[in-house]
């Protein structure tokens, strides 16, 4: 077994909140060393609770293991140096910023780059670097501004945002995948490059079929609160004592659910003979299967209908997810240090991700990592 894939890189992390502290979070389960550059108050999440253990963010815990802490003012002569210094030895960095805000710094991209070419630089912005400049990257603004909370919630309610920061772990990923590539071209060609992502552009990326149907196809999509605009059944219905996500993507999944459910005659009718018919007709099929899966419990549906083959499922709280991966055997939780986190999601046949270093406190290893910086041994 080898090593984790990133190992020997180092990543200088100027970021704080979600994207950017996901993104490197990943990276540093891959193998990457990740130093995390905060301001002497800390990472805003640090204080976003409850919930909280040991007093501490579970926020702040949740994006932040295998990364070593120091704290900068770069104000402050000294440690604007050390920053600089930082720097100039990173493989890659990180920074979420206000477009421009690291230039009074010399921090910024071409004054960095010019003092180390090889260097990845990763920006992550809410609206990107141009007329949008100005404005704040939170989530929820642009949950609003994509047109995500437009397709949340009931079609006679008003508009939801989702459950979690979606677009910021979006963006995350982007950045990731962004910095990825471009330690792929700098093994090519020797030099790093500038590798931007904002959280509107992830969002309107991530809304896929939605922008793809308005791009390409001039249709406006709309609350249609758990239904699915282009498949049926997609959707939770009821049973005789809870709802059941019940799924028909294809036509043999339908074939098999109306034999399960007693009704083999829907298959051949040619309201429902595919997908599209399915579709424009929900309103006449789905009193039919709701009929039938009233008759049972959604527990005895869901191991019928999964033995037939047909996708269904529960409709779980948190903990409950947690222990359907427990029981199928994917080892969802990890204990880092003493704390409880959930595991990389990503395996590799060859190589390692870690779970080493609980999430850092404020400054933890900064009498260290200046030593370090300094050049001096420790």
């Not at 642009?142 to 508009?159: E, H, K, N, R, Y």
């Not at 509107?200 to 793809?212: D, F, I, M, Y």
């Not at 900064?366 to 370090?372: C, P, T």
């Amino acid at each position: 077994m080898t090593g984790g894939a990133l190992d020997g890189l180092l990543i200088a992390d100027f970021s704080r909140i979600l994207a950017g502290p996901y993104a490197t979070m990943l990276l540093a389960d891959l193998g990457a060393e990740v130093i995390k550059v905060e301001a002497p108050g800390g990472d805003d999440t640090r204080t976003w609770m409850p919930p909280a253990r040991d007093h501490v963010s579970t926020y702040y815990l949740g994006i932040n293991r295998n990364k070593r802490a120091i704290a900068l003012d770069l104000s402050d002569a000294g440690d604007l140096e050390a920053a600089r210094e930082l720097v100039s030895r990173a493989d890659i960095m990180v920074e979420n910023f206000k477009p421009g805000g690291l230039r009074r710094f010399g921090l910024d991209y071409e004054t960095v780059s010019a003092a180390n070419p090889r260097l990845v630089y990763a920006s992550i912005t809410g609206f990107g670097t141009g007329a949008g400049a100005a404005l704040p990257g939170y989530d929820l603004l642009v949950q609003a501004a994509s047109g995500l909370m437009s397709l949340t919630g009931d079609p006679d309610g008003p508009p939801y945002r989702a459950g979690i920061s979606v677009f910021d772990i979006m963006t995350g990923m982007h950045a990731a995948i962004g910095v990825l590539a471009a330690l792929e071209h700098r093994h090519t060609s020797g030099r790093g490059q500038h590798v931007e992502v904002n959280l509107l552009s992830s969002a309107l990326s991530g809304l896929v079929n939605h922008t793809s149907g308005y791009v390409a196809g001039g249709v406006v999509p709309h609350r249609m609160g758990n239904a699915h605009p282009s498949l049926f059944p997609y959707e939770p219905l009821p049973t005789a004592d809870k709802d059941l996500i019940v799924i028909a993507g294809n036509n043999g999944q339908f074939r098999r659910l109306c034999v399960e459910l007693g009704l083999p005659e829907l298959v051949e009718d040619e309201r429902f003979a595919g997908n599209e018919e399915r579709t424009a007709n929900r309103e006449q099929l789905r009193p039919l299967l709701v009929a039938k899966l009233k008759e049972r419990p959604a527990d005895e549906w869901f191991a019928r209908l999964s033995a037939a083959g047909v996708p269904c499922g529960p409709i779980n709280h948190v903990d409950g997810g947690v222990a359907l991966a427990r029981e199928l055997g994917l080892e969802p939780v990890v204990e880092v240090g003493d704390v409880p986190m959930i595991r990389n999601p990503i395996r590799f046949s060859a190589s390692t991700t870690r779970h080493e270093l609980p999430p850092p406190g404020l400054d933890e290893h900064g009498v260290e990592l200046r030593a370090w910086l300094r050049g001096e041994n420790t």
